[in-house]
């Protein structure tokens, strides 16, 4: 019989020497085994579970529900953030006001790294954007999270060594499986018409694109931040302002004299 995961987060009430280990043997005697757990946060505990009934999960449901030691604040199907707050031990923050806004912080760039490659192996066209200061590690995050997911990653437009910027690709480049990178403020502030053909004909592709300052972006183009799937934040901490005037003035000054490949 086919097993099916589920996602077990509770909040300890209070936290008594043993708990842990009536959890797990509650989850034993229901025949639940337990694929993964950690600290989520505030006093929190998270559990992957692996039950081959649903009556199972029920079962535990109803008799979790009776302790008093613990609050039982989510049983459901794993999704991603759920997994990732399982491996990471927090919880990926999104905007109040815009679901699809994902914020991180320096020091959580293991996190974002996986959550990135989790989003880049799933099938078809996504757009993802990224906003953050210069030297935050944007760029760095975005090809580690492609050797994570095992993808190609090809530069339609860079600052990441020299300022790069394409006007073709060869052949071999025009691959569903490939992660192409746009930056873009280099796009839209320094590129020729020949890069933009470039340009519109990757984002038509079923592939996965991820374009560095999606506000930019979507300022002198037909492309608006509605298209995007994703938005990513990325600060030195949590009160960093993201100045795009400051942006642009770090990205300019890397195109003087000979710091930028145009092929």
Same mark, same amino acid.
Request: glycine share 4%.
């Given at each position: 019989?086919?097993?099916t995961?589920?996602y077990?987060?509770?909040e300890i009430?209070?936290n ?8 797990s043997?509650?989850?034993g ?16 505990? %998270? ?13 535990l ?12 604040t989510?049983?459901?199907?794993p ?18 006001d815009?679901k ?6 320096r ?6 790294v996986?959550?990135?490659a989790?989003?880049y192996k799933?099938? %078809?066209?996504?757009?993802?954007g990224?906003? %953050? ?14 050797v ?9 437009s ?33 590129a020729?018409?020949k890069?933009?053909e ?10 996965t ?5 999606p506000?930019?972006?979507?300022q002198q183009?037909e ?13 030195t901490?949590?009160?960093?302002e993201?100045?795009?005037d400051?942006?642009e ?15």
């Amino acid at each position: 019989m086919e097993q099916t995961e589920w996602y077990l987060e509770y909040e300890i009430q209070y936290n008594r020497p043993g708990l842990l280990g009536d959890i797990s043997s509650l989850l034993g005697m229901l025949s639940i085994n337990i694929i993964t757990i950690n600290g989520v946060e505030n006093s929190r505990r %998270g559990l992957l579970l692996l039950s081959r009934k649903d009556e199972q999960i029920t079962r535990l449901k109803s008799i979790l529900n009776t302790m008093d030691t613990i609050n039982v604040t989510k049983l459901r199907k794993p999704k991603l953030r759920d997994r990732l707050a399982v491996r990471h031990g927090r919880y990926i923050h999104s905007d109040v006001d815009d679901k699809k806004t994902f914020r991180f912080i320096r020091s959580e760039l293991g996190l974002l790294v996986d959550f990135m490659a989790e989003l880049y192996k799933k099938d %078809g066209h996504k757009l993802i954007g990224i906003r %953050g200061m210069p030297r935050v590690g944007k760029t760095e995050s975005i090809v580690a999270a492609s050797v994570c997911a095992n993808k190609k990653w090809l530069f339609v437009s860079s600052t990441l060594l020299k300022q790069t910027i394409r006007n073709q690709l060869i052949q071999d480049e025009y691959n569903v499986d490939n992660l192409y990178i746009i930056d873009g403020i280099v796009s839209t502030r320094r590129a020729s018409e020949k890069h933009w053909e470039l340009v519109r004909e990757v984002m038509r592709l079923p592939a996965t694109k991820v374009v560095e300052h999606p506000d930019i972006f979507v300022q002198q183009t037909e492309y608006k931040l509605e298209d995007f799937d994703y938005i990513i934040e990325l600060r030195t901490d949590d009160n960093e302002e993201i100045r795009y005037d400051t942006i642009e003035k770090s990205s300019f000054a890397q195109a003087d004299g000979f710091s930028m490949f145009d092929f």
